[in-house]
């Protein structure tokens, strides 16, 4: 593994957010200390796009080539202010069940022509999307290995302003694997089924969800 | 639900109707194909045709919150249990 380091020109009461992408996907994201330097550890080796961004300033993309078991020094960046006003969207995802903040989750940002921007989610389980067009529709899906899919329409942002958002993710249960007959255990979503009664009329689970309980009773028939 | 067809389906509601001289307020479905009872895994481990008496209690979210599995093949649990447990749930 290999490790990536730099230093960006700090800027006063901003945050600056460096992101590792390869192939498009972000891999790793941190935040630059107070004085600017950021390090990135265990990145396997390989070329790498980071992008390094602020709130209201030009987003700096740099490459890196990453060699094992070496550290990979950064050109110092300076970030210039944006000429056109932006607005930003920053959000924090915690697990539903412990509270406890989620990291490294990939959350998508997609407008309205199907462009998509991606960020992970930071330790403190924060992500940021800088930089956004004003006035705009977006939708945010998060998806994340043992989680539920969210996906969330975001009203438009005015500009300069920060929309903030916060959400838990529900665990998606691990189910215990009964005999054959032993049935499904308590807690498992039922399935769907749609199914005839003797006079051939279609009965479906479905129609019940959201409205009322349902008492399915499996019998052994008339054999 | 059953993995009795159409006609098995009517004849056994039928009787139960004789039996009891009234009407039977919840349908009575028919798996012939068995799928719905394979993917609620009551498929009886010694015939593959036949359900498993097994009961559930599914809440308004579609989640599964009770279930009571008959092991000997006469027994039924009393709806008296079963409405019960859904007064509780």
């Known amino acids: 593994m290999g490790r990536l380091n730099g230093q ?45 961004a602020a ?58 022509a199907g462009n998509v921007r991606e960020v992970l989610t930071k330790a403190t389980g924060s992500f940021e999307f800088e930089n956004l067009q004003p006035d705009q529709r977006f939708t945010l899906a998060i998806e994340h290995d043992g989680y539920e899919k969210q996906e969330i329409a975001i009203e438009p942002i005015p500009a300069t302003e920060t929309a903030k958002l916060t959400r838990e993710l529900v665990p998606i249960q691990q189910m215990e694997q009964l005999p054959i007959g032993d049935g499904l255990p308590v807690g498992a979503k039922a399935p769907d089924f749609s199914l005839p009664d003797g006079d051939g009329q279609l009965y479906s689970l479905a129609d019940y969800i959201g409205q009322k309980r349902v008492v399915l009773v499996f019998y052994r028939g008339s054999w | ?22 009407d039977i307020r919840f349908p009575v479905l028919s798996d012939a194909e068995r799928l719905t009872i394979a993917a609620y895994n009551a498929t009886d481990p010694f015939n593959a045709q ?18 009571f599995l008959d092991i000997r093949v006469g027994d039924r649990i009393p709806s008296a249990e079963i409405i019960n447990e859904l007064e509780q749930l």
């Open chain 1, 8 to 52: 960006v020109e700090k800027i006063e009461a901003t945050q600056i957010n460096v992101r590792v992408l390869q192939d498009g996907k972000v891999i790793a994201s941190v935040a630059a200390d107070a004085d600017g330097n950021y390090q990135i550890d265990g990145v396997a080796p390989g070329t790498y796009t980071i992008e390094i």
């Open chain 1, 55 to 112: 709130k209201g300033y030009e987003t700096v993309s740099l490459t890196a080539w990453v060699i094992a078991d070496q550290s990979t020094p950064l050109d110092r960046v300076a970030l210039q202010a944006l000429a056109v006003p932006v607005a930003h969207l920053r959000g924090f995802l915690a697990d539903r069940v412990t509270k406890q903040p989620l990291e490294n989750v990939r959350v998508q940002l997609i407008d309205d």
């Open chain 2, 1 to 22: 639900m059953s993995s009795d067809d159409l006609a098995d389906t009517r004849r056994a509601v039928d009787r139960a109707k004789r039996r009891f001289g009234a």
């Open chain 2, 50 to 67: 036949l359900a498993r008496p097994i009961t559930y209690i599914i809440d308004e979210r579609g989640v599964i919150r009770w279930k």
